[in-house]
């Protein structure tokens, strides 16, 4: 079982930046895919960005690519989740992911390990 634990939302202003993080407090992330995935209200989840812990490969959905990057550190297991020019249409509860291996995935069925969430919330 990986446990994650997700921090860093927030309320800001269209255009502003925000740093999500993703500890995983009991073990390291060597040999495992990391996600970060969102989920609107009414909307299903999806694909934000994800980074493979071995290699550092990185890969990110076509709405955030330019604005948002994933990145890791290994001695603090975390993952983060940088995010600038955000978006009204940002808004939404932030998921971090895992999946053992080294293949990454958009789909969020292909992930085993979630966090609960952190909230981001952009006004106009």
């Known amino acids: 079982q990986v446990r994650l634990v997700e921090s860093g939302g927030g309320l800001v202003q269209a255009g502003d930046s925000l740093t999500l993080s993703c500890v995983a407090p009991?073990?390291?992330?060597?040999?495992?895919?990391m996600g970060w995935f969102r989920q609107a209200p009414g909307k299903e989840r999806e694909f934000v960005a994800a980074?493979?812990?071995?290699?550092?490969?990185?890969y990110y959905a076509d709405s955030v690519k330019g604005r948002f990057t994933v990145s890791g550190d290994n001695a603090k297991n975390t993952m983060y989740l940088q995010m600038n020019s955000l978006r009204p249409e940002d808004t939404a509860v932030y998921y971090c992911?895992?999946?053992?291996?080294?293949?990454?995935?958009?789909?969020?069925?292909?992930?085993?390990?979630w966090g609960q969430g952190t909230q981001v919330t952009v006004s106009s």
């Open positions: 992911a895992a999946r053992y291996g080294y293949s990454w995935y958009a789909q969020p069925n292909k992930y085993d390990y």
């Open positions: 009991d073990q390291t992330f060597t040999r495992y895919v």
């Open positions: 980074i493979t812990w071995t290699g550092g490969n990185t």
